[in-house]
Every structure is written in C-alpha cells, then in structure tokens.
C-alpha cells in the first residue's frame, strides 16, 4: 500500500497544504485502499489490485485546479479588494477635506462623513484575514 501513499503525494506536491488539501489527499487514499481490497477480493493480487487502481483513478488536474483556485485566487481577489477600499477611501476622506478647507475652512465638518468611509476598507481588511485564515 505504499506505492498508493507515494501515488497520491506525487499528486498533491504542487497543491498548497491546507486543511482542506488534506481532508481531500486522506480521503482519496481511504477510496484507492478501499478499492484495492475490493479488487484482491475478487482474486487479484495485491500489486495488480494497486496498479488497476492507480491506472483508474483518471485526471487530477480538475481536483488540483478546485484546491489552487479555492485558495490562492480567492485570497488574491480578497487582497485586490483590501487594496481597492484603502486607496478609494484615502481618496474620499481627501475630497472632504479638501472640500470643508475650501468652502468652510472655519467648521471642520470632514471628520463626520469620514468614520462612515473608514468602514469600508476595515470590512475589506475583515473580509481578507478571514479568508487567509480558511485557508490555513
């Protein structure tokens, strides 16, 4: 049964190691063992019983492409987004600065519709240690 240890972590070494990488790795070794029995239940060997496995297991790139693209572009477009609602809200609070400088520079009113803009770049940063930490 080594060899189908070896198969699969020959399959994963480009994979990132996550928690769901290896709720997958563990479960497609359970199926491949599982498989093997079955197959040297009927009369097979053992070698053979692994090698018609290892031959049948198909394509693994879609499984390798669900487990890359969960992670690394999903925290890629959450890290996008944080960058987006820090610079969008820098450029907002500094229009209304620049707006109450120039038109009521005695009351300093910009401060109000600030603490509303600040909370959309804390929810982005929110939303992006959320989705690095599903990932560990």
Do not use: H
């Not at 997958?24 to 018609?52: H, P, T």
């Not at 031959?55 to 879609?62: L, N, P, T, Y």
């Amino acid at each position: 049964m080594r060899r189908i240890y070896d198969f699969v972590d020959k399959l994963f070494e480009d994979v990132p190691n996550s928690e769901r990488a290896q709720l997958v790795r563990e479960e497609i070794i359970l199926d491949m063992e599982e498989k093997v029995y079955d197959l040297m239940d009927q009369g097979k060997s053992e070698e053979d019983a692994i090698n018609k496995v290892m031959i049948e297991f198909g394509d693994f790139d879609e499984i390798r492409e669900e487990l890359q693209i969960g992670g690394s572009k999903k925290l890629a477009f959450a890290k996008l987004n944080m960058g987006f609602a820090i610079c969008g809200s820098l450029l907002l609070i500094a229009l209304f600065i620049f707006i109450n400088m120039y038109y009521t520079p005695n009351t300093i009113w910009f401060v109000y519709p600030a603490f509303g803009v600040i909370w959309w770049p804390l929810s982005m940063i929110y939303y992006y240690f959320r989705k690095k930490e599903e990932l560990k």
